[in-house]
């Protein structure tokens, strides 16, 4: 019988998901010997063995690899016979370079669920209990390889049990970095908010929950960071806390205590209830049912509501206690980044919480909830964090040297590319304060850190006054810089691996285009090399420039200008503006034409938040109706004034919603069709399910293949995979 021994090099995710746990455990079932170890490439495997059993475990790494486990590649080689006695698993390799992926936080299994509650467990009630399947591994890790002592975790020495079940292959908890129980784990506190110590352990929990019954506030100390926390149906906390966190309209994410709860309260698909029941526990956005009672101060003015499930063991306890759905909203000043730390929370915060329920584990990578929808019965992602990243992608050419990419000014979120490898970071947030900027480049150095990585090249938008563009100057590195939209389109055809040409159809608010003017509606026909700007809606002004924004009736005002339709909002100030192009830059939005359409409709006349006139105007959307408005293209400009003739004439809101989202749907039907090409869909205005749905539906009619962003979010949360996958410098 032929004996042999190879070498395998595991590259993806699997470090802290318990791969080395089942690789000892199947080769040892299979009489191997050898060993398995992390370094900074991912998990390697020595084992030796007769020579089909070999060709077995190789099968079997794969195909039986722990839920939480992605295998990128396995590279195999055959090496000299040594002798081992056993198979172990052996200490971890330091490298100067790291390129494993790290684990994203992921929700507590069913096996640790049931501990939680089970009175003769001696976990019943731990708040942290975990495993190598489940618990927090992003949030925790200071660096890599991936072991107890490079997490936060190692100021708490593992108790003797604790330590058994740690060393034992037959636990599931065998080497699994998290793991503590209520004797060596860490201590929960409850806090008043000048940070006096009012409770312990459960009886924070009990504590918080009452007063939470009693209409409190209380923030609680999640995997990534601070929550505001609030009885979902009381009015009054909700009214409090959006006058103390001066966020009036935008909506709050509702946490519930199962799947029937969230079932009495919003619409589910099959796909919804997947994604709300998976391990990354996202907040799921759902349309309202019939029987929504929660009450319009949850999510004003809009038929959606953001809901979740319980992703950790702290939340799973107060939710048995409270049996009721709470808002679950992020702890921070409207727009600030997410706080994960007690100092900054009493001094930043102390105005907003009445109580704070913390811990003694530190937080070293601070990480929001993931927001995500079901689109055509895919997840499409709106804010992509907690259970979804860091995550990798494969770029379309292998990087001549590291690089670093910034992403945009919203919703932002870092990368950091070598060799053909993305590392998308978590969600940051829009760069608008100097909280945000820190928390910008504290992500930076994370990753630096994580991955012993430092660039040799920086990648940022063309937007001169970006904050992100201004501190990749500052870099001092060579710079390459991508426009907005052309981004957009290759961090979808990077995450579909499209080699090809494709039409991208880049509907979003602001992006800077190759001209100087603000772009947002735009047809491209893209490679990684460049693009071609082949159809856009025709510009129109913003009056006042950046003020129109937070001000919908300019861009009515300026629409109506454009239409040669007159009306008292056209005021002789703004013609005069508009004639003369006074401090009114131009724009081909789509973003800025969902504005004008709800102030004109009178369905959205006040700025309320980024997306609310979309989201408006989608509550209001009738299937029944089929018609569209009028439009025309004229050598690739698309002229919206026949509708925005039509929509000043009148109709009830249903109708103008309707027949505006209908005519969205036209107009890329009608450009694409004009193109014998993959088609990708990218930009904000794809996160509208309405749009996106109807769009995808009548381009497949068509016979186009189409491409909806799924891993990645459509917004401005993808253009650092974008700037990477660009393939000029």
């Not at 959307?621 to 004229?634: H, T």
Request: hydrophobic share 40%; charged share 20%.
């Amino acid at each position: 019988m032929a004996v042999e021994r190879k070498r395998y090099e595991i590259i993806g995710t699997v470090q802290g998901v318990g791969f080395r746990p089942f690789v000892y455990k199947l080769a040892s079932a299979l009489g191997l010997n050898g060993r398995v170890y992390n370094d900074g490439f991912g998990v390697v495997v020595e084992a030796q063995g007769a020579t089909e059993t070999l060709e077995d475990f190789e099968k079997r790494l794969e195909a039986e690899k722990p839920a939480l486990a992605v295998i990128s590649r396995i590279d195999a080689q055959a090496i000299a016979l040594q002798n081992d006695k056993a198979f172990v698993i052996d200490q971890s390799k330091s490298a100067e370079t790291i390129a494993a992926h790290i684990p994203p936080d992921t929700a507590i299994c069913a096996e640790c669920e049931k501990e939680l509650f089970d009175p003769l467990d001696r976990r019943y009630r731990h708040p942290f209990i975990a495993c190598s399947c489940c618990g927090a591994r992003y949030t925790i890790i200071e660096s890599l390889p991936y072991d107890r002592e490079a997490t936060s975790m190692r100021v708490f020495p593992m108790c003797e049990k604790c330590q058994s079940e740690y060393k034992n292959p037959a636990d599931r908890r065998f080497h699994a970095q998290p793991i503590a129980c209520n004797q060596c784990g860490s201590v929960l506190s409850l806090l008043d908010s000048s940070g006096k110590t009012l409770a312990q352990n459960y009886e924070a929990i009990e504590q918080a929950a009452e007063a939470i019954e009693a209409g409190a506030i209380v923030a609680i100390k999640a995997l990534g960071g601070y929550q505001l926390c609030l009885d979902a149906r009381n009015a009054g906390a909700l009214k409090t806390i959006r006058d103390r966190k001066n966020r009036p309209l935008k909506p709050f994410a509702v946490l519930f205590g199962s799947i029937k709860e969230i079932a009495a309260q919003a619409v589910l698909t099959d796909a919804d209830r997947a994604l709300l029941l998976s391990n990354r526990r996202p907040i799921v956005l759902l349309n309202k049912s019939a029987a929504y009672d929660l009450g319009d101060l949850v999510a004003p003015l809009i038929d959606r509501i953001g809901a979740m499930l319980p992703s950790s063991p702290i939340q799973y306890l107060l939710l048995e206690r409270l049996k009721r759905p709470i808002v679950a909203t992020s702890a921070n000043i409207s727009d600030a980044p997410i706080i994960t730390g007690e100092p900054a929370l009493l001094t930043q915060l102390g105005g907003v919480f009445d109580l704070a329920r913390t811990h003694d584990r530190a937080i070293i990578n601070a990480c929001d909830d993931s927001v995500a929808q079901t689109i055509a019965s895919q997840t499409i992602m709106t804010r992509r964090a907690r259970g979804f990243a860091p995550e990798a992608c494969a770029l379309p050419r292998k990087l001549d040297r590291p690089a670093l990419a910034l992403g945009a000014q919203q919703k932002s979120a870092i990368a950091i590319g070598f060799d053909k490898s993305a590392i998308v970071s978590p969600h940051i947030g829009d760069l608008f304060s100097i909280e945000a900027m820190g928390y910008f480049e504290r992500t930076i150095a994370a990753l630096k850190r994580l991955y012993r990585f430092e660039p040799q090249r920086v990648v940022c938008d063309l937007h001169p006054r970006y904050a992100s563009t201004r501190f990749a100057k500052a870099l001092n590195l060579p710079l390459t810089q991508v426009q907005h939209h052309h981004a957009h389109a290759l961090a979808v055809m990077a995450e579909y691996g499209l080699s090809s040409k494709a039409l991208a159809i880049a509907w979003d608010g602001t992006g800077y285009g190759a001209d100087g003017t603000i772009w947002g509606g735009e047809f491209l026909i893209a490679d990684y090399g460049g693009f071609e700007r082949v159809a856009y809606i025709k510009p129109f002004a913003l009056i006042g420039g950046e003020a129109a924004i937070k001000e919908p009736r300019r861009i009515a005002a300026s629409l109506l200008f454009e239409a040669k339709i007159d009306s008292p909002i056209l005021s002789k100030n703004y013609q005069t503006m508009l004639a003369k192009r006074l401090n009114s830059p131009l724009t081909s939005s789509i973003g800025r034409l969902f504005d004008g359409a709800a102030y004109l409709s009178g369905i959205q006349t006040e700025y309320g938040f980024d997306g609310l006139s979309g989201l408006a105007i989608e509550a209001r959307y009738d299937a029944s109706e089929r018609r569209s408005y009028p439009f025309s293209v004229q050598d690739g400009v698309i002229d919206h004034s026949p509708m925005f003739a039509a929509i000043a004439r009148g109709g009830d809101q249903r109708e103008i919603a309707s027949r505006f989202l209908n005519t969205l749907r036209d107009i890329a039907v009608f450009v694409a069709a004009q193109y014998d090409l993959p088609i990708v869909l990218c930009g904000g205005a794809f996160q509208n399910k309405t749009l996106a749905n109807m769009a995808l539906n009548k381009l497949r009619e068509s016979g186009k293949t189409v491409y909806l962003p799924e891993r990645f979010p459509p917004n401005d949360g993808a253009i650092a995979l974008g700037q990477l996958a660009y393939d000029k410098e």
